[in-house]
Nanobody, 119 residues
Framework: QVQLVESGGGLVQAGGSLRLSCAAS????????MGWFRQAPGKEREFLAA????????YYADSVKGRFTISRDNAKNTMYLQMNSLKPEDTAVYYC????????????WGQGTQVTVFS
């Protein structure tokens, strides 16, 4: 298993930036493809971005493409989400998740970190 802990959330003005981190512990980090999700109050959880085991392939939801960048550092067992040009509608709890390479769904989740964007 892998344990995930997000950090880096906070309060930011619209147009600003934040970088979220997801620290992993447990089994080898490179065994997992990773993803970022978010959930706003009253809304369903939304996929944001995913990255394969070695960082060679990234995928983004249309809502964040061009503004958010996902990356990972396997040597540090950490994944990142650089968020630029933030909008009030980006306000949500952000979660990182892990899926075993070759497996299906994201099976491991962090506890989430709050991001609040004010105008």
């Amino acid at each position: 298993q892998v344990q995930l802990v997000e950090s880096g959330g906070g309060l930011v003005q619209a147009g600003g930036s934040l970088r979220l981190s997801c620290a992993a512990s447990g089994r080898s980090f490179s065994n997992y493809r990773m993803g970022w999700f978010r959930q706003a109050p009253g809304k369903e959880r939304e996929f944001l971005a995913a990255i394969n085991w070695n960082g060679g392939n990234m995928y983004y939801a249309d809502s964040v493409k061009g503004r958010f960048t996902i990356s990972r550092d396997n040597a540090k067992n950490t994944m990142y989400l650089q968020m630029n040009s933030l909008k009030p509608e980006d306000t949500a709890v952000y979660y990182c998740a892990a899926a075993v390479v070759g497996g299906g769904t994201y099976s491991f989740w962090g506890q989430g970190t709050q991001v609040t964007v004010f105008s």
